[in-house]
Nanobody, 120 residues
Framework: QVQLVESGGGLVQAGGSLRLSCVTS????????MGWYRQVPGNHRELIAT???????SYADSVKGRFTVSRDNAENTVYLQMDSLLPEDTAVYYC??????????????WGQGTHVTVSS
């Protein structure tokens, strides 16, 4: 059964840290590059970090130097370490395949996300 379960969100003060986890089940996630997205109500989902199966990473300018993505292939889990958090990081965070991936385009499946609120 295909599933994405995000967790680790919460309320934190500006300058604080959180570590998000995304437990995946399904072969499609193990063999593909994964991404972390975030969405503010009324806005589109924004891709903020990616990690390949081999561990290569990329980041949006808005989080570069503050967020670190990693994955544990044996545990089928993708992580997002968020440091030096800013109020503008407040959003619902999701993990998934990259935009345009055939499977995602076809099935449109997303997990429930995890809420992050950063207070000033």
């Amino acid at each position: 059964q295909v599933q994405l379960v995000e967790s680790g969100g919460g309320l934190v003060q500006a300058g604080g840290s959180l570590r998000l986890s995304c437990v995946t089940s399904g072969y499609i996630f193990r063999i593909n590059t994964m991404g972390w997205y975030r969405q503010v109500p009324g806005n589109h989902r924004e891709l903020i970090a990616t990690i390949s199966t081999g561990g290569s990473t990329s980041y949006a300018d808005s989080v570069k130097g503050r967020f670190t993505v990693s994955r544990d292939n044996a545990e089928n889990t993708v992580y997002l370490q968020m440091d030096s958090l800013l109020p503008e990081d407040t959003a619902v965070y999701y993990c998934n395949l990259l935009p345009g991936t055939d499977w995602l385009v076809r099935y449109g499946y997303w997990g429930q996300g995890t809420h992050v609120t950063v207070s000033s």
